[in-house]
């Protein structure tokens, strides 16, 4: 979906990605994406312009008219724009920069070097066969000499990975027993702590065990013949019953996790556990062993995301027979390296994950797959020669100094609101003191030194990368926190909110034209990303943010009055959106888009000002026939730019917070400067009265 990725807390990663791997190749489609993005006119462009529509009636149609007349929705999607443009041209690029890199002979221990033998280790199809079963052999007997559950204790301590992230990338999803996030600590966000999370499910979530309709029931039935079928390939005997028992225990896991929403509430999430209260609160598994294996026997403290769950899972290892628990753990390890083994794991895996649950026809080429595993397990240096090719200094500095024109505007705007409590208003200030705005890649890249790459060792690449991203976390544990760390690789088109860290990230790939351009004015892009960059800073103290201080500490710094004016306040933006009507039996809710559409408001009113800061604002000549300030307001909506299929558009008004693009286009018309670049009047469709236009900061 465009932007409206970059509007909450968190980003909009695909929840199912509970395989890695499964993702990237997901996610990369790899269409045939063409450098047509590169506009020929820097600026606006006319040409997706409908001048024959009045600006005051229907601005988004007057935007992107004629771009919505002559753009067909591919059979395959369910909507097209502007995003979906900008992710298969990265997609591209980034192939391009890998295969590039394939071809070299670099020096052994370079990135390079890492990137070719990572990527020819992938697509050594023969050798793989050729192998055989012969990596998973060792893993496989590691199992069955688990001789009682103090050994299981060690099995499962040795398999916990960095592998979810609550908050920055909402993955909630491990196949292990539980997952680590390391991360700011919740009530000391100077430091890095260990939070404890629910695991050990092979389907996404656990409304794929609990839930009756007659189509999990049958997914239900195709996992478990899967699950048997894995375990038959990998030369196990009665895997029927095997798989039974396996998908029985995942049941039970099942009823103990959390839902979605609890996982997302951060205040239910805080309970700090020390070591020593683990054996006691949730008896059944062998802690210490477990943490010990897991190398986490120094650590004294921890927050468990979600108590509950992990007290039950704990219980489950004492409970469930050692035989059951030694099926799921041969069945998660041979899954989860399934795409290193030969092609019947692979198909066997496609069949069920691709076909059965994510409704995929095909398995795409393999060397595309080999592309997005080399985009996963060296992102950053893939992003380095990304960012070096396709975002220069120059374009980082412009775009920097676009975000400290932006945060001045805020701050003018917070210290004149009337409203606000002082000391609110101060930790506003505070928070906007402290922002780190990332742009482009990253202040510093991720060290892979320590991470072995062999040209002919898929299954080997793959487990020592998840160990070495292991190990690169908990070496951190206790240690200051880099603020400036980067939660997103330079080549993703996306954007990230981090509250711990008090930051936000825009990747390489999202500054781009339509939303980035260097060579274009600065009507442009002050319009365009800089209403996104906005729109962002604005979450930051909203009602969302302010669970978390200028520190990134989770705590409440509004007062109930600030919410009381701030609800007040935001009323009749509410109703606003509220009049919208999509379809005739269909409205726009305005309650459950409100703390979106204030964002966009307020992102591209302090856009405005950032934009009428700059020197070169007073004299900026006409462009392609627009003024100035016509320019900015067509470029934020031209930002919006996405046409939908009506059943996406109806499930998006239903159960997004989000509002469709063509009414977040039309948010201009509550800044005042619009209505006279425009020559808005009474009696067109869009005019509001001034005092029925709505400021929030
Ligand atoms: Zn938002």
């Known amino acids: 979906m465009p932007w409206e990725i970059l509007m909450r807390p968190t980003i909009w990663i695909s929840r199912a990605n509970f395989v890695l791997l499964c993702v990237v190749a997901a996610l990369i489609t790899f269409a045939s994406a063409q450098d047509t993005v590169a506009p020929l006119v820097h600026g606006i462009s006319v040409a997706d312009m409908d001048t024959s529509v009045n600006p005051g009636d229907d601005f988004s149609r007057y935007a992107d008219g004629s771009w919505l007349k002559r753009t067909e929705i591919p059979p395959d999607r369910s909507r097209i724009g502007i995003f979906?443009?900008?992710?298969?041209?990265?997609?591209?690029?980034?192939?391009?920069?890998?295969?590039?890199?394939?071809?070299?002979?670099?020096?052994?221990?370079?990135?390079?070097?890492?990137?070719?033998?990572?990527?020819?280790?992938?697509?050594?199809?023969?050798?793989?066969?050729?192998?055989?079963?012969?990596?998973?052999?060792?893993?496989?007997?590691?199992?069955?000499?688990?001789?009682?559950?103090?050994?299981?204790?060690?099995?499962?301590?040795?398999?916990?990975?960095?592998?979810?992230?609550?908050?920055?990338?909402?993955?909630?999803?491990?196949p292990h027993l539980f997952g680590l996030w390391v991360a700011p600590d919740f009530n000391d966000s100077g430091h890095y702590t260990a939070y404890l999370l629910q695991g050990g499910l092979g389907l996404p979530d656990r409304e794929y065990y609990l839930s009756g309709s007659e189509h999990m029931n049958d997914l239900r039935t195709r996992y478990q013949a899967h699950v048997s079928a894995m375990l038959k390939l990998a030369g196990l005997s009665d895997t029927d019953a095997r798989a039974a028992r396996v998908v029985e225990l995942e049941h039970a896991i099942a009823e103990k996790h959390w839902n979605l929403e609890d996982d997302q509430d951060v205040h239910k999430a805080n309970n700090p556990w020390k070591r020593s209260e683990f054996a006691t609160k949730a008896p059944g598994l062998d802690w210490k062993e477990y943490l010990r294996a897991a190398g986490l026997d120094k650590r004294e403290n921890f927050i468990v995301w979600q108590p509950g769950a992990i007290i039950g899972e704990a219980a489950l290892v004492a409970s469930t027979p050692l035989e059951t628990w030694k099926d799921w753990l041969s069945y998660h390890v041979i899954e989860e390296y399934a795409a290193a083994l030969p092609k019947a794991f692979v198909e066997e895996r496609f069949a069920f994950f691709g076909k059965v649950l994510s409704g995929t026809q095909q398995q795409r080429p393999r060397w595309q797959r080999a592309v997005g595993v080399v985009d996963a397990l060296l992102g950053d240096e893939v992003g380095k020669l990304y960012a070096r090719r396709y975002f220069p200094p120059q374009a980082k500095e412009r775009a920097q100094e676009m975000v400290a024109n932006i945060v001045a505007a805020f701050r003018k705007r917070i210290d004149a609101l009337t409203w606000m409590a002082p000391a609110t208003k101060a930790e506003a200030q505070a928070k906007l003191n402290t922002l780190y705005v990332g742009i482009g890649y990253p202040e510093t890249w991720h060290d892979y030194q320590g991470y072995e790459v062999k040209p002919d060792d898929i299954f080997g690449n793959m487990w020592r990368s998840d160990l070495f991203e292991y190990h690169r976390q908990t070496s951190r544990l206790g240690k200051p926190v880099d603020r400036h760390e980067w939660s997103m690789t330079p080549q993703t088109v996306n954007a990230v909110n981090l509250p711990l860290q008090n930051a936000l990230n825009f990747p390489a790939a999202i500054l781009q034209p339509p939303f980035f351009d260097p060579d274009a004015p600065d009507a442009f892009n002050y319009g365009a990303i800089g209403s996104v960059i906005g729109h962002e800073v604005s979450h930051t103290f909203d009602s969302a943010g302010s669970a978390f201080d200028s520190r990134g500490t989770l705590r409440n710094w509004w007062t109930p009055s600030d919410l009381e004016h701030f609800n007040a306040n935001t009323a009749k933006l509410a109703a606003q959106y509220d009049a919208y009507k999509p379809f005739p039996d269909l409205s726009l809710n305005g309650k459950q888009t409100l703390g979106e559409n204030i964002a966009d408001v307020a992102g591209l009113a302090a856009a405005y000002d950032a934009y009428h800061s700059t020197p070169g604002s007073k004299t900026a000549p006409a462009q392609q026939g627009f003024t100035a300030d016509q320019q900015f307001f067509i470029a934020s909506a031209q930002a919006h730019k996405t046409k939908e299929r009506e059943a996406a558009l109806r499930q998006q008004v239903l159960t997004n917070e989000h509002s469709p693009s063509e009414y977040r286009a039309d948010a201009v018309r509550n800044i005042d400067a619009w209505y006279s670049a425009f020559d808005v009047r009474p009696g067109q469709k869009l005019y509001l009265a001034p005092e029925d236009r709505v400021r929030v900061w």
Do not use: Q
Request: glycine share 6%; no cysteine.
């Open 84 to 174: 979906s443009s900008l992710t298969d041209l990265s997609n591209k690029r980034t192939a391009e920069l890998i295969e590039e890199a394939a071809r070299t002979n670099a020096p052994a221990g370079t990135g390079t070097r890492k990137i070719a033998d990572l990527y020819h280790s992938y697509m050594d199809e023969a050798g793989i066969e050729a192998r055989g079963l012969a990596p998973l052999k060792p893993h496989l007997e590691a199992i069955a000499r688990i001789g009682n559950k103090r050994d299981l204790a060690r099995a499962l301590g040795e398999t916990l990975r960095a592998d979810v992230d609550p908050l920055n990338n909402t993955n909630f999803h491990t």
